[in-house]
């Protein structure tokens, strides 16, 4: 997994690098929120955990800086960005050898990924992005109505990608509407190596 990283970001920075040298640059920042999943654990139905109620659907947010280099002749854009992301947390109901138990596992990460941008219409552009993911997951568990006796937080380094659509609101502001996620979250016990993915709808400012 580390390696196939190593190879996934060393792409992202020849891809940005790549770019004609006549390209203008300029840095990027901005922010998202969102609608997030958080795992598939809600399909275990064989789980008494999660027998009474399971939700892996919450909302999250992101905030993200970057650069990129514009080609002024195509309109192509291709640039690194640095994100963190909230992922929000999946929550559960259920019983364990007939004690009623509840817990929730919040996911987050901070990440690097290489971004490119595809003009279709005046104002409209594809955004596209691929690189890695440095998630933790904070899970608690425990009887209900009484403090978690089970707490683990688990992390690790994953996958990231994601598309969008970009729309240029004035010269230096543009409106993204993405979905991105990053893979292999979790360990044996919490996630169990699942993907979490945020849809979100934000601004970039650029200068």
């Known amino acids: 997994m580390h390696a196939l990283v190593r190879w996934?970001?060393?792409?992202?920075?020849?891809?940005?690098?790549?770019?004609?040298?006549?390209?203008?640059?300029?840095?990027?920042?901005?922010?998202?929120?969102?609608t997030s999943e958080v795992g598939t654990a809600c399909t275990d139905n064989d789980d008494p955990a999660l027998s009474r109620r399971c939700d892996t659907t919450s909302s999250g947010h992101k905030l993200f800086a970057g650069y990129r280099w514009l080609d002024p002749e195509s309109g192509l854009a291709a640039g690194l960005e640095v994100f963190h992301a909230d992922f929000g947390a999946m929550e559960f109901e259920g019983e364990i050898d007939a004690v009623p138990v509840a817990g929730r596992a919040a996911a987050s990460?901070?990440?690097?990924?290489?971004?490119?941008?595809?003009?279709?219409?005046?104002?409209?552009?594809?955004?596209?992005?691929?690189?890695?993911?440095?998630?933790?997951?904070?899970?608690?568990?425990?009887?209900?109505?009484?403090?978690?006796?089970?707490?683990?937080?688990?992390?690790?380094?994953?996958?990231?990608?994601?598309?969008?659509?970009?729309?240029?609101?004035?010269?230096?502001?543009?409106?993204?509407?993405?979905?991105?996620?990053?893979?292999?979250?979790?360990?044996?016990n919490i996630l169990q190596d699942d993907v979490v993915v945020l849809a979100s709808i934000g601004l970039a400012v650029s200068f």
């Open 8 to 34: 996934t970001v060393g792409g992202t920075l020849a891809l940005a690098l790549a770019t004609p040298l006549r390209a203008a640059g300029e840095f990027v920042l901005g922010a998202g929120l969102g």
């Open 109 to 188: 990460g901070t990440g690097l990924v290489g971004t490119v941008e595809v003009p279709i219409l005046k104002r409209w552009s594809l955004l596209a992005k691929l690189g890695a993911c440095r998630w933790q997951v904070d899970a608690r568990a425990g009887r209900i109505g009484e403090a978690p006796v089970y707490t683990k937080r688990p992390s690790g380094v994953g996958l990231a990608g994601g598309l969008g659509a970009a729309y240029q609101i004035a010269d230096h502001l543009a409106l993204r509407l993405e979905a991105e996620g990053v893979g292999g979250v979790g360990d044996d």
